[in-house]
């Protein structure tokens, strides 16, 4: 089993920033795929941003439309940590977000399969983030 947990949501004037971080803990694998999804009320579950570990430090990102530019997804692998860093923030990216992990093993060089909810395993609680007019 894979423990995700998420910290950093609050609540942020427009244009105002906020930083989230997904600690993994529990079983590790060799190579996992890392994402962050976003639910606001009433609304399907959109992809935000994912990432796919290319050897000790180095990953490949991928980004849901419209968001690159604003949001950066990194991560630290020796700490098995994953952030999101998101900029100019808009009433509408309030949302709870949540990170996830795939653990296929494998690497598919594809944004579209990142972005597809159902291929993680594992979820973390969610974080609230709340962008005020």
């Known amino acids: 089993q894979v423990q995700l947990v998420e910290s950093g949501g609050g609540l942020v004037q427009a244009g105002g920033s906020l930083s989230l971080s997904c600690v993994a803990s529990g079983r590790t694998f060799s190579s996992y795929a890392m994402g962050w999804f976003r639910q606001a009320p009433g609304k399907e579950r959109e992809f935000v941003a994912a990432?796919?570990?290319?050897?000790?430090?180095?990953?490949?990102?991928y980004y849901g439309d419209s968001l690159k530019g604003r949001f950066t997804i990194s991560g630290d692998r020796a700490k098995n940590t994953v952030y999101l860093q998101m900029n100019s923030l808009k009433p509408e990216d309030t949302a709870v977000y949540y990170c996830?992990?795939?653990?296929?093993?494998?690497?598919?060089?594809?944004?579209?399969?990142?972005?597809?909810?159902?291929?993680?395993?594992?979820w973390g609680q969610g974080t609230q983030v709340t962008v005020s007019s």
């Open positions: 990432l796919n570990w290319s050897g000790a430090v180095a990953y490949y990102v």
């Open positions: 996830a992990a795939e653990s296929s093993g494998r690497t598919y060089y594809s944004r579209d399969y990142y972005s597809r909810d159902s291929e993680y395993d594992y």
